[in-house]
């Protein structure tokens, strides 16, 4: 191999140097950095600060977003069939216009959305929750089954409508029961300005575990199980990977010498916790969800699930096939996949004359193996969490529960309470009907005064030693501070000057979390852990912001949710369905 000395050489220098915080000698880092106010330039290559005019990478977001301009469709259609993504064979699945992951959704900042899913299920409610968006004033496309819809039901079509108000990458998928483990899972990208410059945009990679037993199997599971849930059997990179008898084929990130590389890394796991690198070529991070960050460089990531990071990666190295590698956060979870000597990841090819279709034989990285979130997360556009609100936190105790009595079904408690949604009923519907009666597993916390920042912190309080990747609705979140043990509700070592900032953040195992937002979306958003098992094990709480203005018909028109309802309450009958509702719903 031509590149094998010098590769190896650059290799030596790069493992060594680990992680490099805030490279500001990177040109392409400096030409941000510079401050470029709202002006009318293009975006291209060099210019990637730029949007429109009045629009830039300097524009705060929460404040403003480019005028309505297109209307961007997509129809979206979920059948039971079958998927097999590695090569190991054939199983159920559930998928989105037959593919997986399912297509991916691209609009621009400013642009309105119109999705259309149809459920051609036979036997499943669905509903399809737009992770991150905003949904300004529109909790009721939010797309959470029995608590801002009720489910679509099968034979049924629904129409979500949101406008992006921020821009970046993410990912869409089924919030009904653990069907998105099934395989109803998409991307979504926002095209808007950027902390850095790039060539040429490779659109979304979305890492997941994968099992190949059906989602709902599993579920029962670990809704049965103390030992915790079941172990994923491979993981899929952008929908594909080698099994472990050596079947099916690795993804390829085709790249040309010179060039510079934007990819939006996304974990779409249903319990995995990765860590990411590239031989060689070190990641400059520009976002933390969707949120922009002030870029650095990094020779690896970790990537909770519903977590994204966008990267751009310099195709400078000697052309060649190099490894995309991904490791496992196996201090909390596990695969199959690891006992074989597959390599997990996918390849990073060069398509420039000369350079063989082989698999790599570069090294790289040593990946980590923990569940911690990335440091270093310095939003773009700052923002600066009022300190008054330390005094007034609100407090919310996970803990969890056995109960013998169901066959010992586990659930997780916060507060003392395991959240279980009404299908028939969601807690929209009850606050459009002025009802105040959410039910008695409904863990609904009122944010009742308009703009007034709000603290919550969860506190471990289960002997169960796990990380959760926490997500927010309708909101990003500000991470004040997070530690193991207990709060001990003091300000000290808490960010509140441009805090990081971003919709899914990880509860340390054992410990507390704090995270601040203002009441500035009247609606009602659910907050959750995005392992699934856990959230269908109950572990959630719901904000209930500004009750008065969403009864007051601040989300728009309802005739599209109302018929949602009257749609499912004529399938959802006891007697009429063929399954039960087994865990929380969502
Ligand atoms: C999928 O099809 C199988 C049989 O073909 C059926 O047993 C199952 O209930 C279907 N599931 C859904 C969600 O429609
Ligand atoms: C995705 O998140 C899960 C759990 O939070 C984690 O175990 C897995 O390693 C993550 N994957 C990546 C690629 O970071
Ligand atoms: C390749 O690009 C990276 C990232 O921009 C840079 O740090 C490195 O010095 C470059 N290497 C070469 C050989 O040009
Ligand atoms: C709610 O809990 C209370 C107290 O445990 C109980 O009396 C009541 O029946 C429960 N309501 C419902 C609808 O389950
Ligand atoms: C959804 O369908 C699957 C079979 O495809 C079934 O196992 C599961 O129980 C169904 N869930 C509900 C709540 O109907
Ligand atoms: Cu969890």
């Given at each position: 191999?031509?590149?094998?000395?010098?590769?190896?050489?650059?290799?030596?220098?790069?493992?060594?140097?680990?992680?490099?915080?805030?490279?500001?000698?990177?040109?392409?880092?400096?030409?941000?950095?510079?401050?470029?106010q709202?002006?009318?330039?293009?975006?291209?290559?060099?210019?990637?600060?730029?949007?429109?005019?009045?629009f830039?990478?300097?524009?705060d977001?929460?404040?403003?977003?480019?005028?309505?301009?297109?209307?961007?469709?997509?129809?979206?259609?979920?059948?039971?069939?079958?998927?097999?993504?590695?090569?190991?064979?054939?199983?159920?699945?559930?998928?989105?216009?037959?593919?997986?992951?399912?297509?991916?959704?691209?609009?621009?900042?400013?642009?309105?959305?119109?999705?259309?899913?149809?459920?051609?299920?036979?036997?499943?409610?669905?509903g399809?929750?737009?992770?991150?968006?905003?949904?300004?004033?529109?909790?009721?496309?939010?797309?959470?089954?029995?608590?801002?819809?009720?489910?679509?039901?099968?034979g049924?079509?629904?129409?979500y409508?949101?406008?992006?108000t921020?821009?970046?990458?993410?990912?869409?998928?089924?919030?009904?029961?653990?069907?998105?483990?099934?395989?109803?899972?998409?991307?979504?990208?926002?095209?808007?300005?950027?902390?850095?410059?790039?060539?040429?945009?490779?659109?979304?990679?979305?890492?997941?575990d994968?099992?190949?037993?059906?989602?709902?199997e599993?579920?029962?599971?670990?809704?049965?199980?103390?030992?915790?849930?079941?172990?994923?059997?491979?993981i899929?990179?952008?929908?594909?990977?080698?099994?472990?008898?050596?079947?099916?084929?690795?993804?390829?990130?085709?790249?040309?010498?010179?060039?510079?590389?934007?990819?939006?890394?996304?974990?779409?796991?249903?319990?995995?916790?990765?860590?990411?690198?590239?031989?060689?070529?070190?990641?400059?991070?520009?976002?933390?969800?969707?949120?922009?960050?002030?870029?650095?460089?990094?020779?690896?990531?970790?990537?909770?699930?519903?977590?994204?990071?966008?990267?751009?990666?310099n195709?400078?190295?000697?052309?060649?096939?190099?490894?995309?590698?991904?490791?496992?956060?196996?201090?909390?979870?596990?695969?199959?996949?690891?006992?074989?000597?597959?390599?997990?990841?996918?390849?990073?090819?060069?398509?420039?004359?000369?350079?063989?279709?082989?698999?790599?034989?570069?090294?790289?990285?040593?990946?980590?193996?923990d569940?911690?979130?990335?440091?270093?997360?310095?939003?773009?556009?700052?923002?600066?969490?009022?300190?008054?609100?330390?005094?007034?936190?609100?407090?919310?105790?996970?803990?969890?529960?056995?109960?013998?009595?169901?066959?010992?079904?586990?659930?997780?408690?916060?507060?003392?309470?395991?959240?279980?949604?009404?299908?028939?009923?969601?807690?929209?519907?009850?606050?459009?009907?002025?009802g105040?009666?959410?039910?008695?597993?409904?863990?609904?916390?009122?944010?009742?005064?308009?703009?007034?920042?709000?603290?919550?912190?969860?506190?471990?309080?289960?002997?169960?030693?796990?990380?959760?990747?926490?997500?927010?609705?309708?909101?990003?979140?500000?991470?004040?501070?997070?530690?193991?043990?207990?709060?001990?509700?003091?300000?000290?070592?808490?960010?509140?000057?441009?805090?990081?900032?971003?919709?899914?953040?990880?509860?340390?195992a054992?410990?507390?979390?704090?995270?601040?937002?203002?009441?500035?979306?009247?609606?009602?958003?659910?907050?959750?852990?995005?392992?699934?098992?856990?959230?269908?094990?109950?572990?959630?709480?719901?904000?209930?912001?500004?009750?008065?203005?969403?009864?007051?018909?601040?989300?728009?028109?309802?005739?599209?949710?109302?018929?949602g309802c009257?749609?499912?309450?004529?399938?959802?009958k006891p007697?009429?369905?063929?399954?039960?509702?087994?865990?929380s719903?969502?």
């Open positions: 191999m031509l590149w094998g000395a010098s590769l190896l050489l650059s290799l030596g220098t790069l493992s060594l140097a680990g992680v490099i915080p805030r490279d500001t000698s990177a040109p392409e880092i400096n030409a941000v950095l510079e401050e470029r709202d002006g009318a330039c293009t975006n291209g290559p060099n210019t990637r600060s730029c949007w429109s005019s009045g830039s990478i300097s524009t977001f929460d404040a403003k977003a480019p005028p309505a301009g297109t209307t961007v469709t997509y129809n979206l259609e979920i059948t039971n069939t079958t998927a097999n993504p590695d090569g190991n064979g054939a199983r159920p699945a559930m998928l989105i216009n037959g593919q997986y992951p399912g297509p991916v959704i691209r609009a621009s900042w400013g642009d309105t959305l119109v999705i259309n899913v149809k459920n051609s299920l036979q036997d499943n409610g669905t399809i929750h737009w992770h991150g968006i905003r949904q300004l004033n529109s909790c009721q496309h939010d797309g959470v089954p029995g608590i801002t819809e009720c489910p679509i039901a099968p049924k079509t629904r129409q409508v949101f406008k992006a921020q821009f970046g990458t993410s990912w869409y998928h089924s919030h009904w029961s653990a069907q998105y483990g099934e395989g109803v899972v998409g991307t979504l990208i926002i095209d808007g300005p950027a902390t850095a410059n790039y060539d040429i945009d490779l659109g979304t990679l979305p890492i997941a994968w099992y190949y037993k059906p989602a709902f599993l579920n029962e599971q670990s809704l049965h199980s103390v030992t915790g849930p079941p172990t994923a059997d491979n899929l990179v952008n929908g594909m990977h080698k099994n472990a008898k050596g079947g099916g084929s690795y993804y390829k990130i085709n790249v040309k010498k010179g060039k510079k590389y934007r990819i939006r890394i996304i974990n779409t796991s249903v319990d995995a916790m990765f860590h990411v690198a590239m031989d060689g070529h070190p990641f400059t991070v520009i976002t933390s969800d969707f949120v922009p960050i002030k870029p650095y460089v990094t020779s690896q990531l970790g990537i909770n699930i519903g977590q994204r990071y966008d990267v751009i990666i195709a400078n190295q000697t052309a060649g096939n190099y490894w995309f590698r991904v490791g496992y956060g196996t201090a909390c979870s596990n695969n199959n996949i690891l006992t074989s000597n597959i390599q997990l990841g996918a390849i990073l090819h060069y398509t420039d004359t000369g350079v063989p279709d082989a698999e790599p034989t570069t090294s790289g990285v040593t990946l980590k193996t569940c911690d979130d990335e440091t270093n997360l310095t939003p773009f556009v700052p923002n600066t969490v009022p300190s008054s609100i330390i005094s007034a936190p609100g407090e919310l105790d996970l803990n969890h529960n056995i109960d013998a009595a169901q066959n010992n079904l586990f659930t997780w408690t916060i507060d003392g309470s395991t959240q279980r949604v009404n299908w028939n009923t969601p807690s929209l519907k009850t606050i459009l009907g002025g105040t009666d959410f039910g008695n597993n409904s863990n609904v916390h009122e944010m009742a005064t308009k703009d007034n920042w709000y603290l919550w912190y969860i506190q471990t309080v289960t002997f169960i030693p796990l990380p959760h990747p926490i997500h927010l609705h309708g909101h990003d979140f500000y991470v004040l501070g997070k530690g193991s043990g207990t709060w001990d509700k003091s300000t000290a070592g808490l960010t509140l000057n441009n805090p990081t900032r971003r919709d899914v953040a990880t509860l340390p054992g410990g507390y979390l704090l995270l601040a937002f203002p009441a500035d979306n009247p609606g009602i958003w659910v907050m959750h852990c995005h392992i699934a098992w856990h959230a269908s094990q109950g572990l959630s709480v719901q904000f209930l912001e500004r009750r008065g203005e969403v009864q007051g018909g601040s989300v728009g028109s309802t005739s599209e949710f109302n018929k009257t749609e499912w309450n004529d399938y959802w007697g009429n369905h063929p399954y039960e509702q087994t865990d719903g969502i």
